[in-house]
């Protein structure tokens, strides 16, 4: 199985500011890398698959990056409606596994 | 519109069964991977199980091979999770998913407990 690893656990943004959540993968996943965010009481929505492909509807201001192991979510500039988990998702090798995930939240 | 809407998650007792149901519309399961993933209270999204558009291919977690199974009714287009021998921590919020994209159920509690 591979392990991913998220951080931080929390990040404190205001908003307006610019946040970067990491992700790293126990071993080379060939760029298969989704990037999630959950809200309280909701499901998860996709953001970002691919490492950088931003999913239908998703604005400009949510990008991934990243190749082999270590990977990015940035988001340019907080709004009030970003503050969520963040999870990202290795679907290379199966079992997929999430990480952690990352909470931002109001500095 | 594609709208998973699932049904069957209550309190059971452990060593009991429970089997959930996510009935599609606005897509056709066989022609997609379907997956599902669960959230004990509080805690992140773990990975379950999926099946194949085909319906040749199931996989498992290691926590649950043995004690879950996946399947699906082409004509009531509705994906299952036949769930037993439930341990405590198998509660959790599970939801369906099409292959981890845009498409979610809305997800149902499982709750084991005596």
């Known amino acids: 199985e591979i392990v991913m690893t998220q951080f931080p656990a929390t990040l404190s943004v205001s908003p307006g500011e610019r946040a970067t959540v990491s992700c790293r993968a126990g071993?080379?996943?060939?760029?298969?890398l989704a990037w999630y965010q959950q809200k309280p009481g909701q499901g998860p929505r996709l953001l970002i698959y691919d490492v950088s492909t931003r999913a239908t509807g998703i604005p400009d201001r949510f990008s991934g990056s990243g190749s082999g192991t270590e990977f990015t979510l940035s988001i340019s500039s907080l709004r009030s409606e970003d503050f969520a988990v963040y999870y990202c998702l290795q679907y290379s090798n199966w079992p997929f596994t999430f990480g952690p995930g990352t909470k931002a939240d109001i500095k | 519109e594609v709208q998973l809407v699932q049904s069957g998650g209550g309190l059971v007792q452990p060593g009991g069964s429970l089997r959930l149901s996510c009935a599609a519309s606005?897509?056709?399961?066989?022609?997609?991977?379907m997956h599902w993933v669960r959230q004990a209270p509080g805690k992140g999204l773990v990975w379950v199980s999926r099946?194949?558009?085909?319906?040749?291919?199931?996989s498992y977690a290691d926590s649950v091979k043995g004690r879950f199974t996946i399947s699906r009714d082409d004509a009531r287009n509705t994906l299952y999770l036949q769930m037993s021998s439930l341990r405590a921590e198998d509660t959790a919020v599970y939801y369906c998913?099409?292959?981890?994209?845009?498409?979610w159920g809305q997800g149902i509690l499982v709750t084991v407990s005596s």
């Open positions: 071993q080379r996943i060939n760029n298969k």
């Open positions: 606005g897509l056709t399961l066989r022609n997609n991977w």
């Open positions: 099946i194949s558009g085909d319906g040749r291919t199931a």
């Open positions: 998913t099409r292959n981890l994209g845009d498409n």
